[in-house]
């Protein structure tokens, strides 16, 4: 698959999730909020993953004009009509295109390297699950494959050649495993997030209110990532953290007994038909720091 050809044929044959698709009923619940800290940490601890959010992108200045990018773009792309699905998938490669350069230790990248964009990719297969079933319980083994496949279809749409993913969910989870294992450090990038670098990430929210969203951050980035990652980035964890984000887990499947689905999913209906990605929180343009390439969604 070309890098500068069509929108791969996955994108038109399948996307957008429709009713009845596991997908449908996993990325779309509330509960899958409290992974966007340790999805963006799992990214960010690959080197070169890091490099080019560092060297592209404005997360420290405009953390929340950065979320919003990225959930315009991912979600009109899983749930948008099929035209817009098309459209995203090509502002996607637009976007990324251009992310390319050397990390500081000398070491070419491409954000539209397969092999990055695959690992980017797996962070939300593997975090979107495991929150799915931690707060639902575990899915049928059938509605497990399912999920999987439907995936594959988002891997496409953001430019992932067909047969470059883990055959099946075995197979991605052995491979999951062994980026952990063998990729995964801590970086500048994953300091500047958990605000253990002197130019950590400005959010414009009251100092109290910042405080303790880090500190939510920190709990579910404790709780959700690979125990082997957690202790390398010396994120804390105790029985303590562990009762109180099972507390927080078990509030959203109370909340999912009483609130009616189309209720909960209302939020990424919201999202998926605005025009343009939500403004909420963003830092004014005078008092962000100002980089290269910081109008990428990188």
Same mark, same amino acid.
């Given at each position: 698959m070309s890098e500068t050809g069509t929108v791969p044929p996955a994108v038109r044959r399948a996307l957008p999730y429709r009713p009845g698709d596991v997908c449908w009923r996993v990325l779309r619940e509330p509960v899958q909020n409290l992974g966007a800290a340790p999805l963006l940490l799992l990214q960010v601890t690959h080197p070169l993953v890091a490099a080019g959010v560092e060297q592209f992108s404005?997360?420290?200045?405009?953390?929340? !004009?950065?979320?919003? #990018?990225?959930? *315009?773009?991912? /979600?009109? +792309?899983?749930?948008?009509?099929?035209? @817009?699905?098309?459209?995203?998938?090509?502002?996607?490669?637009?976007?990324?295109?251009?992310?390319?350069?050397?990390?500081?230790? !000398?070491?070419?990248? #491409?954000?539209? *390297?397969?092999? /990055?964009? +695959?690992?980017?990719?797996?962070?939300? @297969?593997?975090?979107?699950?495991?929150?799915?079933?931690?707060?639902?319980?575990r899915l049928p083994d059938e509605d497990r494959a399912r999920y999987y496949e439907e995936q594959k279809l988002l891997a496409h749409a953001c430019w992932v050649p067909e047969g470059h993913c883990p055959e099946d969910l075995a197979a991605f989870e052995e491979y999951f495993d062994h980026v952990v294992r063998t990729e995964l450090r801590p970086t500048v990038v994953s300091d500047k997030l958990l605000r253990r670098h002197p130019e950590s990430l400005q959010t414009p929210l009251p100092k109290p209110v910042d405080a303790a969203y880090l500190r939510l951050n920190i709990l579910a980035a404790g709780a959700l990532l690979p125990k082997p990652l957690r202790e390398r980035l010396g994120i804390p964890w105790s029985p303590a953290r562990a009762r109180a984000f099972a507390a927080l887990l078990a509030a959203h499947r109370a909340g999912a007994r009483v609130v009616p689905e189309k209720v909960r999913h209302g939020p990424v209906d919201y999202l998926v038909a605005r025009k343009r990605p939500l403004q909420l929180l963003r830092t004014p343009p005078e008092r962000r720091r100002r980089k290269p390439g910081d109008r990428s969604a990188a």
């Open positions: 404005d997360y420290e200045s405009d953390p929340f !004009g950065r979320l919003w #990018r990225t959930a *315009d773009i991912m /979600l009109k +792309m899983a749930f948008g009509d099929p035209e @817009v699905s098309r459209r995203q998938s090509e502002k996607f490669r637009r976007i990324h295109q251009r992310v390319q350069g050397t990390s500081d230790e !000398g070491v070419p990248y #491409r954000a539209l *390297d397969p092999d /990055l964009l +695959m690992w980017v990719w797996a962070t939300g @297969v593997k975090g979107a699950l495991d929150l799915y079933e931690r707060t639902f319980g």
